[in-house]
T-cell receptor, first 108, second 113 residues
Framework: QKEVEQNSGPLSVPEGAIASLNCTYSDRGSQSFFWYRQYSGKSPELIMFIYSNGDKEDGRFTAQLNKASQYVSLLIRDSQPSDSATYLCAVRDDKIIFGKGTRLHILP | GAGVSQSPSNKVTEKGKDVELRCDPISGHTALYWYRQSLGQGLEFLIYFQGNSAPDKSGLPSDRFSAERTGGSVSTLTIQRTQQEDSAVYLC???????????FGPGTRLTVT
């Protein structure tokens, strides 16, 4: 059974600090990795994807991929209260599998 | 451009009735996915279409659930003889090709009374 694991949280981070969200996956053959943000009562919104080992930066967001250790992380710099949401990790090999998400709470 | 649209946004139905949920993907997207999300839970994969064919139906929870896609565009998810445990938000997503990044619609909230 291929799995994508995330800590359910909640993860509480002070405003302005760096929020670090982690995700591990079971299948070494996984090729593509996605981070979605889901506000309460809303549908998931794609915020980043990463295909290669290393870091990928987009504004305040950085995705980090380590295929050898089978983890992918999302860093949010200068956290804002509007970043409070559930963050879903998704991993693709022959199909896309979503984690259950980590609830992030930015403390004003 | 227009995103994924779903209708209705909310549906309340009585136990035992049939319901149809509609998804209109982003124009040009060949892949379409249906998911279910119960309150406070993760995404439960239901079915995946590539064009009009469904290579992966592994997530459909029972034979009361079926889906079709016509013209490589609009998809309908049908739930027959609804049960209270079918109550959830049903999300549709599309992608340019299979297994690339998916874009979600706003969902249909189904309540079975």
């Amino acid at each position: 059974q291929k799995e994508v694991e995330q800590n359910s949280g909640p993860l509480s981070v002070p405003e302005g600090a760096i929020a670090s969200l982690n995700c591990t996956y079971s299948d070494r053959g996984s090729q593509s990795f996605f981070w979605y943000r889901q506000y309460s009562g809303k549908s998931p919104e794609l915020i980043m994807f990463i295909y290669s080992n290393g870091d990928k930066e987009d504004g305040r967001f950085t995705a980090q991929l380590n295929k050898a250790s089978q983890y992918v992380s999302l860093l949010i710099r200068d956290s804002q209260p509007s970043d409070s949401a559930t963050y879903l990790c998704a991993v693709r090999d022959d199909k896309i599998i979503f984690g259950k998400g980590t609830r992030l709470h930015i403390l004003p | 451009g227009a995103g994924v649209s779903q209708s209705p946004s909310n549906k309340v139905t009585e136990k035992g009735k049939d319901v149809e949920l509609r998804c209109d993907p982003i124009s040009g997207h060949t892949a379409l996915y249906w998911y279910r999300q119960s309150l406070g839970q993760g995404l439960e994969f239901l079915i995946y279409f590539q064009g009009n064919s469904a290579p992966d139906k592994s997530g459909l929870p029972s034979d009361r659930f079926s889906a079709e896609r016509t013209g490589g565009s609009v998809s309908t998810l049908t739930i027959q003889r609804t049960q209270q445990e079918d109550s959830a938000v049903y999300l549709c997503a599309s992608s340019f090709r299979g297994q690339l990044e998916q874009y979600f619609g706003p969902g249909t909230r189904l309540t079975v009374t």
